[in-house]
């Protein structure tokens, strides 16, 4: 079994998107981010710092606390929705420019 796990050791790539806050929240304003390839991790950087991995949780690092959100992932694992109760937790405040770096298998 170790060996399985060890043989993609090394294979690992990183890309880099982004996207621009919208000030909604909510199921019925779901933020998405669609990738190329199925992530590993995903971490989205704006005014806070937020952690994703194909788990149904984004969690969000703010200053001196912490939040989550909901998410969803499509089947095929390239796309994730995820929503919260607040701007801030959702990673989608208004105007706010949001770098998302995700690491995936190669």
């Given at each position: 079994?170790?060996?399985?796990?060890?043989?993609?050791?090394?294979?690992?790539?990183?890309?880099?998107?982004?996207?621009?806050?919208?000030?909604?929240?909510?199921i019925?304003?779901?933020?998405?981010?669609?990738?190329?390839?199925?992530?590993?991790?995903?971490?989205?950087?704006?005014?806070?710092?937020?952690?994703?991995?194909?788990?149904?949780?984004?969690?969000?690092?703010?200053?001196?606390?912490?939040?989550?959100?909901?998410?969803?992932?499509?089947a095929?694992?390239?796309s994730?929705?995820?929503?919260?109760?607040?701007?801030?937790?959702?990673?989608?405040?208004?105007?706010?420019?949001?770098t998302?770096?995700?690491?995936?298998?190669?």
């Open positions: 079994m170790q060996q399985t796990v060890l043989a993609g050791a090394g294979n690992c790539r990183i890309a880099v998107t982004g996207y621009t806050g919208k000030g909604k929240y909510g019925e304003n779901s933020n998405q981010l669609t990738f190329q390839y199925p992530p590993l991790a995903v971490f989205i950087f704006g005014e806070d710092v937020g952690l994703m991995s194909r788990g149904k949780r984004l969690y969000v690092v703010r200053s001196g606390s912490t939040a989550s959100a909901e998410a969803t992932w499509a095929d694992g390239k994730v929705r995820w929503h919260s109760g607040h701007a801030t937790a959702q990673m989608n405040v208004e105007n706010v420019s949001y998302v770096v995700y690491l995936y298998q190669a």
